[in-house]
């Protein structure tokens, strides 16, 4: 069982250019989610799925497209990228939607928008 | 919209000491969560809390959910240096199972 798993660690961008983050679950969850995380700002909720095919905004989704064509995976694209976007993403998955239940996080890609 | 407030930002403590984080909702939780995060790590779930008052305990660990379900709190005894990290609240909004972060608050812990 290996969880949440998200490719890469580490990538460097520069302005303009796009690139896909990568997560993949094999819990079967039907939660998935991506967050982002700054110094001092905590965990701040991009988009968030609750079903394949169902896809939602959350509290900073502009600059961000996702999709969730499987159960598995829950891809987050940057469309232009910017020096704002430079971040620690992490994608968390959890067995139910619309219920309280503890998120799995996947280790997390470091990106660096220059 | 929805804010989850937790203090203090940082703690500074000496082996042994008692460390306390508190967290506040502008709304009240359908549930509450505390996860970890070690430094360089992923945020690590702990515990989570459903109704109004209850408390939970983990070893030296101690959970409290309020009265009002808008507040929480987790309370580490004799903190050891294994205890390094950022504790995070997380509460339940109520709709599709998201969750509203604290800040966090980063415990470091002097031998």
């Known amino acids: 069982n290996a969880g949440v798993t998200q490719t890469p660690k580490f990538q460097v961008l520069k302005t303009g250019q796009s690139m896909t983050l990568q997560c993949a679950q094999d819990?079967?969850?039907?939660?998935m989610s991506w967050y982002r995380q700054d110094p001092g700002m905590g965990l701040r909720l991009i988009h968030y799925?609750?079903?394949?095919?169902?896809?939602d905004q959350g509290e900073v989704p502009n600059g961000y497209n996702v999709s969730r064509s499987t159960t598995e995976d829950f891809p987050l694209r940057l469309l232009s990228a910017a020096p704002s976007q430079t971040s620690v993403y992490f994608c968390?998955?959890?067995?139910?939607?619309?219920?309280?239940?503890?998120?799995?996080f996947g280790n997390g890609t470091r990106l660096t928008v220059t | 919209g929805q804010q989850v407030m937790q203090i203090p930002q940082y703690q500074h403590v000496q082996e042994g000491e008692d460390f306390t984080t508190y967290c506040n909702s502008s709304t009240t939780l359908s549930n509450i969560q505390w996860y970890k995060q070690r430094p360089g790590g992923h945020p690590v779930f702990l515990i989570q809390l459903v109704k109004s008052g209850e408390v939970k305990k983990q070893k030296r660990l101690t959970f409290q959910f309020g009265e009002a379900k808008k507040n929480s709190s987790l309370h580490i005894t004799a903190t050891q240096t294994t205890d390094v990290g950022t504790y995070f609240c997380?509460?339940?909004?109520?709709?599709?199972?998201?969750?509203?972060f604290g800040k966090g608050t980063k415990l470091s812990v002097k031998p």
């Open positions: 968390a998955s959890s067995f139910q939607a619309g219920a309280p239940a503890p998120l799995h």
């Open positions: 799925s609750v079903g394949a095919g169902i896809t």
């Open positions: 819990m079967n969850h039907e939660y």
């Open positions: 997380a509460g339940g909004d109520g709709s599709q199972g998201n969750l509203i």
